[in-house]
């Protein structure tokens, strides 16, 4: 299974959402949360090209985008042949 990167902040549904889907399908990730942190808020910009929104997910190398680009993945039944891969 590739690795998982979720970078995320606290009180965000979004992120929380992202987490338990990833957490239904038993993925185990990376979890960086940048609430306090303006440095890896800015490495989640740059390696997200721009993206600023939270959260920003990562499966391997691979921008997935947010929480719902995540749930899209899933409804189209793409995102456990990108978790295998």
Do not use: N
Not at 56 to 77: K, N, S, T
Request: proline share 4%; hydrophobic share 40%; charged share 30%.
């Amino acid at each position: 299974m590739k690795d998982v990167t979720i970078y995320t902040r606290q009180l965000c549904g979004f992120c929380t959402a992202a987490k338990r889907l990833l957490d239904e399908k038993g993925v185990a990730y990376a979890e960086h949360d940048a609430t306090f942190s303006p440095k890896l808020r800015e490495e989640m910009i740059q390696k997200a090209k721009g993206a600023a929104t939270f959260p920003q997910i990562f499966i391997g190398p691979e921008h997935v985008g947010g929480c719902d680009e995540l749930r899209a993945l899933d409804r189209a039944g793409k995102l456990d042949a990108m978790l295998e891969a």
